[in-house]
């Protein structure tokens, strides 16, 4: 019949027919045709010299110490096979890292559907770089990529690798500015945030390929997490973890196991329009009830509350996190987090959460507020909404200035609205005067080839404490190979104030505008150090990259 599913397997080898596509898998899971609509569309695939992967799609791999680890099936599992569904897994259950590997079609449908389950398949803990399932097209069906931001034109990695080489896949090409917003190409352009993105993938003419997260609990590190989506040689990406973007490598405890998706591959005539309904119709679905497993809750709970700060702005991010013994959500690869955005009153409501006992966190949006605040703990319980109440922030220190507003990001400071490109890291001043109470430009990023300058006035004498308070959206060395860190000095009217020192979130030089990984910084003046009704100077100087959310003079609040 013609609408009729197909499913082969012969050893570790699967054929998946429906009316609309035609997948075909190797031994190791890697599919190695996969035509839509009569047309084959990885049959031309191309890579970089040295990927052993360049001509393989539908991969799923992890890096140990930098390098490449492919899974190893030993199986191949058919999980249902009927008129309706065919669902089969991919099982290496002999290597350190578990996974089964789930590749699901449907009858009538121009999708697959994909989940990954994975476990810590030794006695001891295991760390792990990244976390990933590749998708590589042909470049000459898809050559224009998109995420959720922005969409251009995509070279291959043998022409990318024609110009001159600036840092870690990043090339200054001379037709630079047909793949970027600049002459300047990196990979790392079409990366973006989960929270913000429904879909990324490439088109072209005819054809599209839509990666749609639909649910995007199961990535772990909380509402900043960014990563690569697509890039060069027509790559779609899924990095269920990565340390790309400020997180650390990912330390696999023993006993370890996570349930990442499903999410959904649509392929369609190119339509963006389309992939973007389609991502809306698989949102109304989630969780899928075809999904039986015990790690995939069918029934989920919610959780609402009220966020009463002391603070003037009362929005704040609040978000639940399963894992709260790190403490930085950013570094929590083991389980799930939920997040959302309180309204102006404060209220919050978080839908369509898994069962389970979760820590609460809640950080400012535009707000004087730069702290990550614990606010308790939640449990979670199926079909039913956990009202936690009020939860209160309060505050002891009143705002003397401060320079833009905190969002644990660069928003609102100079550049960090423009598209990703390594370009704006040439374009910032080296020396910076900034007047408090002036319109003065405060730009996302400071380098190292020069001081930045707060200049300020004080109309009395503090008999209490004073603290200078900064908001890193993120610090990043100015060199990837260097593996010392960034450190940042702070002179108050030419006098040494503070150092610290901070490592590597990789997240500047790889063309990040939003910042890596957050630092609150609290820093208490000696109150003999400020000059009353003359100039004062705060002098910023760093060797590396340092990205602004913002910065704050306050003083202690009066009994």
Sequence with gaps: MKDALILKVNGLHVEMINQYLHACFNEEGKAYSLIYNNQELIGNLEGAEGDPDKHNCFYCDYHVKGGTVNMKPTKVSIVENNTHIIHVAYIDDQSKLGIEYHLILKENDSAIYSYVKAWNNSDSPYEINEFRVVYRLDHRLFYIGYNGERQGMQPTSAHMLQGKKLQDETYDLKDGSLYSNSSIYSKYDYSGFFRKTDLWGQYGKKFGFWFIPVDTSYYGSGPETQD?????????????????????????PVNWQ??????????????????EYRAHEESNEWPYNWVHDEQYPLNLGSVSGNVDSAYSSKKYRVVLADNPAKGEIINQHEGFTYYTDTDAKGDFSIEKVRPGVYTIYAYGIDSEDLGTHILGEVHIKEKQDSYVGKLYIKHEYRSLWQIGTSSHSTDGMKFSNQLRNYVWLKLIPKNL???VGHHDDWYYLQKDDGNWNIIFQTDQTYNGDIHLQLGLA????????????????IKLNNKFLAFKHFENDR??????????KYHFWDIKIPNDSLKPLADNVITISTNGYVMYDTIKMCAKEEA
Excluded at 258 to 275: H, M, Q, R, T, V
């Design 228 to 252: 690569l989506m697509v890039h060069y040689d027509g790559i779609v990406l899924n990095y269920m973890s990565s340390e790309h973007f400020g997180r650390e490598t990912f330390k696999i």
């Design 258 to 275: 996570k349930f990442y998706g499903p999410w959904c591959i649509y392929l369609n005539n190119g339509s963006i329009e389309d992939a």
């Design 433 to 435: 005067y900034y007047h």
């Design 474 to 489: 993120g610090v990043t060395q100015k060199v990837m190979t260097d593996t010392t860190g960034t450190g940042i000095s």
């Design 507 to 516: 997240a500047a030089y790889r063309s990040s505008m939003k910042g890596g």
